[in-house]
């Protein structure tokens, strides 16, 4: 199901901020397909995450972030329990925006989902 989330440009520190909060009243997994590994990498499909600026999309550097086998619910997921705050953030570098894009106003396109975690 997609889920709202916030961004906060910090261009100062050249970075953006990607937040979502659970609200649901259980815990809900992401897979790392659909969010940034704590590292700000995006290991999803190429060209589904963009940075915009100046009406332009920078789209996400390409990460492979390997196979993982899931022995229990969670393995390969991040949980975040009800209520719970994820936060990440992704350097500009990520998106390769340039110098002349740094100053201006930016928004995110994430094709974030959740699911029920299994138990």
Same mark, same amino acid.
Do not use: H
């Given at each position: 199901?997609?889920?709202?989330?916030?961004?906060?440009?910090?261009?100062?520190?050249?970075?953006?901020?990607?937040?979502?909060?659970?609200?649901?009243?259980s815990?809900?997994?992401?897979?790392?397909?659909?969010?940034?590994?704590?590292?700000?990498?995006?290991?999803?499909? =190429? /060209?589904?995450?963009? $940075?915009?600026?100046?009406?332009?999309?920078? #789209?996400? *550097?390409?990460?492979?972030?390997?196979?993982?086998?899931?022995?229990?619910?969670?393995?390969?997921?991040?949980?975040?329990?009800?209520?719970?705050?994820?936060?990440?953030?992704?350097?500009?570098?990520?998106?390769?925006l =340039? /110098?002349?894009?740094? $100053?201006?106003?930016?928004?995110?396109?994430? #094709?974030? *989902?959740?699911?029920?975690?299994?138990?």
């Amino acid at each position: 199901m997609p889920v709202p989330y916030e961004v906060a440009d910090i261009p100062e520190q050249r970075r953006i901020e990607i937040t979502y909060v659970n609200t649901f009243e259980s815990s809900v997994c992401l897979l790392p397909e659909f969010w940034p590994n704590p590292a700000g990498k995006f290991g999803g499909e =190429p /060209e589904t995450l963009f $940075l915009i600026a100046n009406a332009k999309r920078y #789209p996400a *550097k390409a990460y492979n972030p390997g196979y993982c086998v899931a022995r229990k619910s969670g393995d390969c997921s991040t949980v975040v329990a009800p209520g719970a705050q994820l936060k990440v953030s992704m350097p500009y570098e990520e998106f390769e925006l =340039p /110098e002349s894009a740094l $100053l201006a106003p930016k928004s995110v396109e994430l #094709p974030l *989902k959740v699911f029920k975690c299994r138990s």
